[in-house]
C-alpha cells in the first residue's frame, strides 16, 4: 500500500505524542516509569531492589494482575463485578471446608470449588443479561451474599473462622502444586552459592538462598496476563469484548452474541478470583472469612490505572497487568521507604482520580467528541 | 429484467393499528429505488419487513423468483438483503477495520488457534473504504473520528463487501450537512452501479430526486404507485406525500421552499 496516494489534505498529520496519547496502555507505562524513579531514587537502600525486596512487591504485584486481568476484560466488555473480593474469600473457605472439614483429596476440592465460584460467576452475569439491571447492584447484592456464606459456613461447620491444616491436607496432592509450589529452586540455590543473592547466614537455613524460588502465583499471573492480552487483541472474540461493550445493540445488529460474550466475561472474572484464592490459601495454609476485603476494587483501580474507560469498550490488559504492578510497588514500597502505609490509601485515591481524568480526555481524543 | 425482490400487497397490522395497508413494490437489479413518505406513512415498518424484523399479516414476498419467509433478520442478511439503520451498527471506539469485520471476523490458523487475522481485514478495509472515495489515515483510525458522511459510507462498503444484493438505507441523508450528503449520494451511485438494488428511504424528494431510478411514494400504510425517473416532477411527489391536500395551501404562503 502506498502512503504518498493515499494522502489527503482534509486529513491532518497526527503527531507521534497524540498517537502514542491514545494508546490505552499510555497511562500505566508512564505510572510504571514514574514510580520506579522514584522508589530507586528515595528507597534504593532500603533492601526494595535486593532480591527479597523484588520477589516481596514483584508477589504483591502478581496477586493484583490475576484478579485485574479478569476485571480488565470484563470492563472492556461493559460490565463491573464488585463480588470479586467476597469470591476470594469464598473460594478459599470452600477449598478449607472440602478439601480439611470433609476430608476430601485436595484436588477434588479444587476442582468442585472452581466448578461453584464459575458458577457463581455465570449467575452474575445471567441477571445482568436478562435483567438489563446495571452490573454494579447485581454484583453488589453477590457481594453481600458471598460474603455471608463465607463467614456463615465455616462457623456452622467448624465454629471459627479461621481453617487451617490445608498445607498438610494438600501434601503430596498432584493439583495442589500447580497453585502453591515453588519454581526454579535449584537456579535459585545456584545464584546464592555464586554471591548474586543473599544467602541465609544463620539458623536452620543457612546457606539456604533468601529467594529459594519463584511462587507459582507469579506464573498465573504471567500467563493470564498473556493470555488475555491475546485473546483480546488478537482472536475474534476479543473483537467482541470489545464490541459487547462499546455499544451492545450495535452489536446485536452486526450479529456478535453480546450477551453469550458478558456471561463468559463474568466467569472468567470469577475463574480468576478463584486463582487468586487457592493460591492464598496454599501459601497461607489456612482459609479465612475476611480475606480478600476491598479486592474487587482494587482490581477496577489496577484496570483503570491501566487505561481502560469505566464506561466499557476501551482498555488494555498489558494496561492492566502495568496498573496492578504499579500498585504492587507503590503498596510495598512505601513500606520500604518507612512511610507511614495509611498515606497508601491517599496515593490511590489521587492516582485513581488522575487517571479517570485522564482517560476520559484521551477517550475524546479518539472519538472526536467535544 | 426480473425483479430481485417482489413484494406484494404487504400488510402489516400491530394489534387494532394498521400500520401497512396494502403495500406493493418492484425491485430491480442495479437500480435505486427510493422510497418516499411522510412521517408516519409505515416506511419504517415496510423496511423491517422487508428485512425481516417483521412478519407481514398478509402479502408476498418473492426473492429471486421464490417465494420467502425470513425467521429473522440474520436469514436476510444472509440471503443477501442488507439494511443500514440510522443509527448504523458502528462503535465509535473502535477502529474502522474492526467496525467494518465485526461479527464476521477473518480467522487466520496458526499452530492450530484461531486468531483474528488483522492484516487481511486491514488491507480490505482500506480498498473498499478507496472505492468508495474515502481515504483513511490508516485502518486502525477510531470510527469516532470520522464525519457522520464518512460513518454512513462504512456502513454502506461493510454492507456491499458482505454480499449485500438488495441493500436498504434508512434515511441516510437525514443527519447530514450539504457536502456530507452529496458524498453519501454518490456512494449510492457507485453501489447502483456495481449491480446491486439499493432501496433509499428519504422524505427529502431532493436526494431522491438527485439518484433516484424509480420512484414509489407510501401514504398512510398504501402505495400510491410508483413513478419512473423522468417522468414525475418534484412537486408532484412532493403533493403525493403529504396527501395533496393541505400541501397545496402551505406551499403557496411558504413559496415553494419546502
Known sequence: ?370 | MEPIIRMTNIEKHFGSVIALAGVTVEIFPGECHCLLGDNGAGKSTFIKTMSGVHKPTAGEIIFEGQPLQFADPRDAISAGIATVYQDLAMIPLMSVSRNFFMGNEPIRKRAGLRFFDHDYANEVTMTEMRKMGINLRGPDQAVGTLSGGERQTVAIARAVHFGAKVLILDEPTSALGVRQTANVLATVDKVRKQGIAVVFITHNVRHAMAVGDRFTVLNRGKTLGTAVRGEITPEELQDMMAGGQEMATLEGSLGGTV
Open chain 1, 1 to 370: 500500500m502506498s502512503d504518498a496516494a493515499i494522502n489527503d489534505e482534509r486529513i491532518k498529520e497526527m503527531s507521534p505524542l497524540r498517537r502514542a496519547l491514545i494508546r490505552p496502555e499510555l497511562g500505566g507505562m508512564v505510572g510504571t516509569v514514574a514510580v520506579f524513579t522514584f522508589f530507586l531514587l528515595f528507597a534504593f537502600d532500603s533492601g526494595m531492589f535486593n532480591a527479597q525486596g523484588v520477589m516481596n512487591w514483584s508477589v504483591v504485584s502478581a496477586q493484583f494482575m490475576i484478579i485485574a486481568v479478569g476485571a480488565c476484560l470484563l470492563m472492556i466488555a461493559g460490565e463491573f463485578d464488585l463480588s470479586v473480593g467476597s469470591m476470594i474469600g469464598f473460594a478459599g473457605m470452600m477449598i478449607a471446608i472440602f478439601g480439611v472439614t470433609l476430608g476430601w483429596p485436595m484436588w477434588l476440592a479444587i476442582v468442585t470449588t472452581f466448578a461453584i465460584c464459575i458458577a457463581f460467576g455465570a449467575l452474575n452475569g445471567y441477571i445482568v443479561v436478562r435483567t438489563g439491571l446495571p452490573s454494579f447492584i447485581v454484583t453488589l447484592a453477590t457481594l453481600f451474599i458471598l460474603r455471608g456464606f463465607t463467614i456463615f459456613i465455616p462457623q456452622t461447620a467448624e465454629r471459627k473462622t479461621i481453617i487451617g491444616g490445608i498445607r498438610e491436607a494438600a501434601e503430596g496432592d498432584w493439583l495442589a502444586p500447580l497453585f502453591g509450589a515453588k519454581i526454579g529452586g535449584p537456579i535459585f540455590q545456584w545464584l546464592g552459592d555464586m554471591g548474586v543473592i543473599g544467602v541465609f547466614t544463620r539458623g536452620n537455613r543457612a546457606g539456604e538462598p533468601v529467594v529459594d524460588g519463584i511462587p507459582m502465583l507469579m506464573i498465573w499471573a504471567i500467563a493470564l496476563v498473556i493470555f488475555g492480552h491475546v485473546l483480546l487483541t488478537r482472536t475474534r472474540f476479543g473483537n467482541w469484548i470489545f464490541a459487547a461493550g462499546g455499544d451492545a445493540q450495535a452489536a446485536r445488529y452486526t450479529g456478535v452474541p453480546v450477551d453469550r460474550v458478558k456471561i463468559q466475561m463474568f466467569m472468567f472474572t470469577a475463574f480468576c478470583a478463584t486463582v487468586f484464592a487457592v493460591c492464598q490459601v496454599m501459601e497461607f495454609g489456612s482459609a479465612g472469612a475476611d480475606r480478600g476485603l476491598l479486592k474487587e476494587f482494587e482490581a477496577i483501580i489496577a484496570v483503570v490505572i491501566g487505561g481502560a474507560l469505566l464506561t466499557g469498550g476501551y482498555g488494555s490488559v498489558i494496561g492492566a497487568a502495568l496498573g496492578a504492578l504499579i500498585f504492587g510497588v507503590v503498596q510495598q514500597g512505601l513500606f520500604f521507604a518507612n512511610v507511614e502505609s495509611s498515606l497508601f490509601r491517599v496515593f490511590l485515591g489521587v492516582i485513581l482520580l488522575l487517571a479517570v481524568i485522564l482517560n476520559t480526555y484521551i477517550r475524546r481524543l479518539i472519538t472526536g467528541e467535544r
